[in-house]
């Protein structure tokens, strides 16, 4: 064994496709399922095996991965000590919730590239429920996930403690109400929820549903009619077109956005809304990040404090 096929299959844990992985790493497919299936031989076990969603670990392939992160991780720590120059060289690999990669991620890597240029984040989108299982199966060190309400982050914290990570809170943002510039409330400074049953909500991905319901307090949404996006540009589009209003967290289209800047989306606060949306990271107890990882989480932290303020 040794550290290319490490590296492989680590990069197929986290694109959970042999072809996807051979592009990211420049190789041809077939090299990559060479080196795999060696290594299987030379162990003992399969590392992977097909599923309706690709490619994905066995359990002693989820065991491996832990073993692998920590050599990988050692690895940059040797390549990057004492270089002199204070040059940073390596990967890290994030696993962060649909909002914060949309809104987050992309000036988080801005900042990281400029302080470090040496340093290549992989960024794969997760559903806050799906990001434990990621970081158990070590395809990912660093969770960044978001969520509605207090409780669940309290919840959060409780499991976490069972399963030896932390949460830390770094954010935690309003809900606005986002209009289209010809819709009556577009000029409103503050309204109150019920004052938007008049119009259509668009809610972005199934699973908002609930968020909403939870926002409202009350056990159904009442609204003239619900318009369902699976995308938040497709969310903008359809804000900006007057099809309907989108209650959504402070940083869905910030003051600098493109569709607020030009006047096709408003802004309008919300009175009676008491809950917000946690930004939650997300990391093993007591573990030894290697020096990218740390140089990551630095600038990540960095972002988030100038947001609070």
């Not at 000590?81 to 919730?97: E, F, R």
């Not at 987050?104 to 299982?133: L, R």
């Not at 259509?200 to 056990?219: F, K, T």
Request: glycine share 6%; with cysteine.
């Amino acid at each position: 064994m040794n550290l290319e096929q490490f590296r492989y299959i680590k990069e197929v844990s986290q694109c959970r496709s042999i072809s996807k992985a051979a592009k990211q790493l420049f190789l041809t497919q077939p090299t990559i399922s060479n080196a795999i299936h060696n290594f299987e031989e030379e162990v003992g076990y399969k590392v992977f095996r097909r599923s309706n969603q690709g490619v994905e670990l066995t359990e002693d392939g989820e065991k491996l991965m832990g073993s692998i992160d920590i050599i990988l991780n050692e690895v940059d720590n040797i390549r990057n000590a004492n270089t002199g120059d204070g040059y940073i060289n390596g990967d890290v690999y994030v696993d962060a919730s649909p909002t914060i990669c949309s809104t987050i991620m992309p000036k988080v890597i801005i900042a990281c590239k400029q302080a470090y240029p040496g340093i290549t984040v992989h960024v794969k989108e997760t559903f806050p429920d799906k990001s434990m299982t990621s970081l158990l199966a070590g395809m990912a060190n660093i969770s960044l996930t978001s969520f509605v309400g207090v409780e669940k982050f309290k919840n959060l914290q409780t499991s976490l403690g069972v399963r030896n990570f932390e949460a830390e809170h770094l954010l935690t943002e309003n809900f606005v109400l986002y209009t289209g510039k010809d819709n009556p409330l577009a000029g409103a400074e503050a309204v109150e929820v019920l004052d938007t049953y008049d119009h259509p909500w668009i809610i972005q991905q199934e699973n908002s549903y609930e968020e909403n319901c939870m926002i409202l307090g009350e056990d159904e949404i009442c609204p003239n009619s619900i318009i369902t996006f699976q995308d938040k540009d497709s969310v903008k589009q359809a804000i900006a077109a007057n099809l309907g209003v989108a209650v959504m967290a402070s940083s869905f289209a910030g003051e600098e956005d493109p569709y607020v800047t030009s006047g096709l989306i408003h802004r309008v606060g919300l009175t009676d809304v008491q809950l917000n949306t946690m930004h939650v990271l997300v990391t093993p107890k007591k573990r030894k990040f290697s020096a990218v990882e740390r140089c990551f989480l630095d600038e990540l932290k960095k972002f988030y404090q100038k947001l609070q303020k």
